[in-house]
């Protein structure tokens, strides 16, 4: 979230901008964020090399187009308050540091 802030803090000082800061997970349900968080604090603090495999598992080729339905589905299921927010919205630029609101802005792009 540092990163995020650090940029909302950059852009909201220049007048010609509007600029938006918010938390992806706060369009997903409660136990859907809390979950989220809870797993990947999980993963990364008591078994790093599960997810460091998970992770790997995203640069093989032949399974990108598999994960990339998987996670479209997911997406729409878990966040599709964000997908609407995104859409009724419909803003110029979208910054962010985490792939999921990355990828609702891809689809709704290719829309």
């Not at 080729?61 to 997406?75: E, G, H, T």
């Not at 609407?84 to 891809?106: L, Y």
């Amino acid at each position: 979230m540092k990163a995020a802030e650090a940029l909302y803090d950059r852009l909201r000082k220049d007048p010609a901008h509007d600029v938006v800061f918010m938390d992806a997970l706060d369009f997903a349900s409660a136990w859907f964020k809390s979950s989220y968080r809870d797993s990947y604090f999980f993963l990364i603090s008591k078994v790093p090399f599960l997810w460091s495999f998970a992770f790997g598992l995203l640069d093989v080729p032949f399974l990108q187009p598999l994960i990339l339905a998987f996670r479209r589905v997911y997406n729409s299921f878990f966040v599709h308050r964000l997908h609407k927010f995104m859409r009724d919205e419909n803003f110029d630029v979208i910054f962010s540091t985490h792939f999921m609101p990355t990828e609702i802005a891809g689809a709704l792009k290719r829309q």
